[in-house]
């Protein structure tokens, strides 16, 4: 297992008494969006395992699918990606809330208790992936 750091710093100033339109912007190690960092940082880290002889089979993550889909298509397309439990959660918590507008019976405690279950199954069925 290996982790990877990369800091993006952005330094804004407004005014400076010589010029009051001054803008800097100050970069440490990343020169792409924030966006682009996660699945890059994903990317490097599949690639130094495969040097070592390491193959990653599964990647568990949030719910965003641009480091899946950058892992997939320049270091192993065969890669299972697995939902940590914790975003499933949320979203399946926030898709219950819209429909609870519609469906007054979906109240807090419903939901709540939905989502408690929901949680059960999944951890009882260890093959559920993406």
């Known amino acids: 297992m290996g982790h990877e750091t990369k800091t993006a710093v952005n330094v804004h100033t407004t005014q400076d008494s010589e010029n009051p339109h001054h803008h800097m912007t100050a970069r440490r190690n990343w020169h792409k969006s924030a966006k682009a960092m996660e699945g890059d940082i994903a990317v490097q880290m599949h690639q130094e395992a495969a040097q070592t002889g390491l193959r990653y089979s599964n990647v568990i993550g949030d ?8 892992i997939r298509e320049k270091c192993d397309a065969t890669v299972n990606k697995f939902s940590d439990i914790g975003h499933v959660k949320r979203t399946l918590n926030g898709k219950l809330e819209k429909l609870q507008k519609q469906h007054k019976s979906l109240t807090l405690i419903v939901r709540r208790d939905f989502v408690k279950i929901f949680t059960y199954a999944v951890h009882f069925d260890e093959t559920w992936y993406e």
Do not use: V
């Not at 719910?63 to 950058?70: G, L, T």
């Open 63 to 70: 719910e965003d699918a641009s480091y899946i889909k950058q």
